[in-house]
């Protein structure tokens, strides 16, 4: 059996440790295995740069974050797009494939690197993509292994705020990744303590934020961190259109809307704001234990599905046990948190404010 395999967009701690299980899952099963690594993502199958894996490559990466074979981005819209030498990419990406004379191409990516997948496969080619992204934004699974492990992270830079925004008595705001969906800063936010997490399902009223830093303040609280997401929008921008909306942003002189909304809270109450912003730490390090088992399960139904020839699937978790879900029906859907979830009522309950 002879097998692609790629990593693409933005890395996550848990890349290595899914193509582990993938791999241990196909040796036990099949007697001659030969795995190619396409390098640095689409480009690598569009190019043809790839290495012949061995067992030895998966040997000892569980814990390891980053990708061995290194990412690309790649946009989906500009796939149909020939590059600067006039290569139409689609068809250098099925002769690639077909070249190696290979069973099936291993894909493990977030959104945009799902709908090339599925390109791929309405292109003939037998696929199957693994959930990756710390954003958990990838419609029909659960869950996407490399958020837990983010979740960590920003957790941490919350815990490290507390101190000083307590020996301090100010304002403090911790951005959190997530590109468009609230995510990763509902969870870390509720699991830092932060006292108002604003997140882009549910646009924030600026008056609001400043009501509930106010209220803590009359209640002797000397402090208040704020959990935003790098996502989060306004009520007023929120009524835009995109391309409105596209300009607004252009025009701003914030270098994100961390900066922005620590500006107007100056301004309307006269106190102190810090930003942080962890960013790309969210990505690194070692994959959690959570993220290290996730994998290794969906890494291990991924190699099943292959030695069924059931192509053609996502790998996903859905409530506890991992499924196959035909990519036709995910690809190009976003899963956003709805703003009238169980998690959203519980964590006003306990006081925090999402700024509507």
């Known amino acids: 059996m002879r097998i692609g395999m790629l990593t693409s967009g933005g890395d996550c701690q848990a890349l290595n440790a899914a193509m582990r299980g993938v791999v241990k899952g196909l040796n036990n099963s099949v007697d001659d295995l030969k795995i190619f ?7 690598g199958l569009i190019y043809g740069n790839y290495r012949l894996l061995t067992a030895s490559d998966f040997s000892g990466i569980l814990t390891r974050g980053g990708t061995i074979l290194g990412s690309s981005r790649q946009p989906f819209k500009q796939m ?18 077909f070249d190696l004379n290979l069973e099936c191409l291993v894909i493990l990516g977030g959104n945009g690197t799902e709908k090339t997948a599925n390109l791929l496969r309405e292109e003939g080619l037998n696929v199957i993509h693994l959930p990756k992204t710390i954003d958990n ?6 869950v996407t292994f490399g958020f837990q492990s ?11 705020i507390h101190t000083t925004a307590a020996s301090h008595n100010r304002v403090f705001i911790v951005e959190v990744m997530g590109h468009k969906v609230g995510w990763l800063t509902l969870y870390a936010g509720i699991a830092g303590g932060a006292d108002i997490i604003l997140i882009p399902e549910i646009p924030y009223d600026i008056d609001k934020v400043v009501e509930a830093i106010e209220k803590r303040s009359k ?12 996502g989060a929008i306004s009520k007023q921008d929120s009524k835009l259109s995109k391309k ?5 942003v252009a025009k701003r002189k914030y270098p994100s809307v961390s900066y922005e909304i620590a500006d107007l809270i100056e301004k309307k109450l006269g106190t102190e704001v810090r ?5 790309h730490t969210q990505r690194g390090g070692s994959p959690s234990p959570y ?19 059931d192509f053609g699937n996502m790998i996903a978790m859905v409530d506890g046990e991992t499924k196959r879900v035909p990519l036709k029906d995910v690809a190009g859907k976003l899963k956003t948190v709805d703003p009238d979830a169980t998690i959203i009522k519980e964590a006003k309950t306990i006081g925090i404010s999402f700024g509507d």
């Open 37 to 43: 690594g396409f390098e640095r993502g689409y480009k």
């Open 80 to 97: 149909r797009t020939p590059d600067e030498n006039g290569l139409d990419k689609v068809e250098a990406m099925k002769q690639t494939y």
């Open 137 to 142: 934004d990838i419609y029909g699974t659960d």
């Open 150 to 160: 983010a979740i960590n992270i920003a957790t941490d830079a919350i815990d490290c």
């Open 219 to 230: 209640a002797g609280k000397g402090f208040t961190i704020l959990a935003v997401a790098e």
């Open 244 to 248: 409105e909306y596209k300009k607004e």
């Open 275 to 279: 930003v942080t912003v962890p960013g």
């Open 291 to 309: 993220d290290r088992v996730l994998c290794t399960r969906l890494g291990a139904a991924a190699a099943q599905a292959i030695v069924d020839k």
